[in-house]
């Protein structure tokens, strides 16, 4: 086996070694000679052994545990997985969803709870006589503290309302149409005396008061006035019960002279 001597300290190199295995000196200029030795087989004949050994010991070792989510590090592919933190849930959220409820529930009972009926200190036939007192003076301001918010709503329409604008209907005009114009007029209660009683009858209720006006004319001097008076001087009012007063309201009162009764829709809609 031809090998390369090391110059400085004569030990026998392999052919392919450049420098010495014992002192490292440069082989790089020795030639190759024949080993003195016998023939011995080459390291590399050892290395199936090392790497036979090498993999038992790795097979004889546990395997690791896999790695979670947490344990893995960013790489150069791309940032590290997400890990949602966990929620907190607070104490107490619960209860105020229940004292909610309560509240709301208390509310309702409130709002649908029978009320005891109390009645008006006004008596409903004194309204109908203040209501016709006021009738004669022929001002809205005068007849809106015995009227209904409804029918001063009506009243009040042409002011706003571009069709009666359009028509060249004044409020004045529209008011004397529903209000003053309609009997008893001012002069029939400028020369009478009102005498007013409540009616019983199938329209009246606990919130509702059926009021007969009579006029007794107190010009009595021709005949045929006193009988065209008689057949005209008998006038019935519907009331409602408002803010705990009783008001006259229009669109009833005159939906009953008409033979349709009394209804709680506001006038005008």
């Given at each position: 086996m031809q090998v390369r001597v090391c110059p400085n300290c004569g030990i026998e190199n392999q052919r392919s070694r450049t420098v010495c295995s014992e002192c490292h000196a440069s082989l790089a200029t020795v030639t190759l000679s024949v080993s003195t030795k016998a023939d011995a087989p080459e390291a590399t004949v050892a290395q199936p052994a090392a790497v036979a050994t090498a993999t038992m010991e790795v097979t004889a070792t546990p395997p690791a545990p896999e790695p979670t989510l947490a344990d893995i590090a960013p790489t150069s592919m791309g940032p590290k997985p997400y890990v949602s933190a966990p929620v907190e849930v607070k104490q107490g959220f619960g209860f105020g969803y229940l004292v909610l409820g309560i509240i709301i529930l208390a509310g309702i009972a409130i709002a649908?709870?029978?009320?005891?009926?109390?009645?008006?200190?006004?008596?409903?036939?004194?309204?109908?006589?203040?209501?016709?007192?006021?009738?004669?003076?022929?001002?809205?301001?005068?007849?809106?503290?015995?009227?209904?918010?409804?029918?001063?709503?009506?009243?009040?329409?042409?002011?706003?309302?571009?069709?009666?604008?359009?028509?060249?209907?004044?409020?004045?005009?529209f008011q004397k149409m529903l209000l003053f114009g309609i009997p008893p007029t001012a002069d029939q209660i400028a020369n009478s005396t009102i005498k007013a009683d409540l009616v019983q009858d199938k329209d009246a209720d606990k919130y509702t008061r059926i009021v007969h006006a009579n006029l007794d004319t107190k010009i009595k001097s021709n005949p045929i006035a006193r009988v065209i008076d008689s057949f005209n001087s008998d006038y019935y009012y519907v009331l409602f019960l408002e803010d705990g007063k009783?008001?006259?309201?229009?669109?009833?009162?005159?939906?009953?002279?008409l033979g349709l009764g009394p209804t709680r829709l506001p006038f005008g809609k």
């Open positions: 649908f709870w029978p009320r005891k009926f109390v009645e008006p200190k006004v008596p409903a036939t004194k309204v109908v006589e203040s209501f016709l007192q006021a009738k004669r003076v022929g001002s809205v301001e005068y007849v809106k503290p015995y009227l209904t918010k409804a029918s001063i709503k009506a009243l009040e329409r042409p002011a706003n309302d571009r069709q009666f604008k359009s028509a060249g209907i004044t409020p004045r005009e009783w008001k006259v309201d229009l669109n009833a009162t005159n939906k009953r002279s």
